[in-house]
C-alpha cells in the first residue's frame, strides 16, 4: 500500500509540474503541442488537471476499498494506467523544465520517449 500511495504521489506532483511548466513556457512565447491544451485557459487547464487527479484518487480508494471479485485486477490496471502517465508526464515535464532554463537540443528526450514507447508496444 505504501508504495502505491508514493505512486499517487509522484502522479500528482508530475501533474503539479507538467501545468506549471506548461503555463510557464506559454507565458514565455513557447509553443503548447497538444492541440486540446493549446484551447484551455490556465484555470481551465488547472481544473482538468485537478479534475483527472480527484477522479485518480476516488478511484483507487474506491476500488481499494470494494468488495468486487475482480477488484485486484481492477486496482492493478488502474495503477498500471497511472504508472505509464507519470512516466510519460514526467519526461514531458522534464522537457518542459530543459526548454525553460533555455536547453534547445532535447533529442535525448525524444530518444527516451521513443524507447519508452517501444517498451510500452
Request: a neutral charge; glycine letters at 6%.
Amino acid at each position: 500500500m505504501e508504495k502505491n500511495r508514493m505512486l499517487l504521489t509522484t502522479f500528482a506532483i508530475v501533474n503539479l509540474t507538467d501545468y506549471l511548466t506548461t503555463i510557464k513556457g506559454i507565458e514565455m512565447g513557447f509553443q503548447e503541442l497538444n492541440e486540446f491544451v493549446s484551447s484551455l485557459t490556465p484555470a481551465s487547464f488547472l481544473l482538468l488537471k485537478v479534475a483527472i487527479l480527484a477522479t485518480i484518487f476516488a478511484l483507487t480508494h474506491s476500488v481499494q476499498n470494494s468488495s468486487f471479485p475482480i477488484k485486484k485486477g481492477v486496482y492493478a490496471g488502474l495503477l498500471a494506467g497511472v504508472t505509464v502517465s507519470t512516466a510519460f508526464l514526467g519526461v514531458c515535464s522534464v522537457h518542459n523544465l530543459w526548454l525553460l532554463l533555455g536547453f534547445k537540443e532535447v533529442e535525448v528526450l525524444v530518444k527516451l520517449i521513443a524507447g519508452v514507447l517501444a517498451l510500452i508496444n
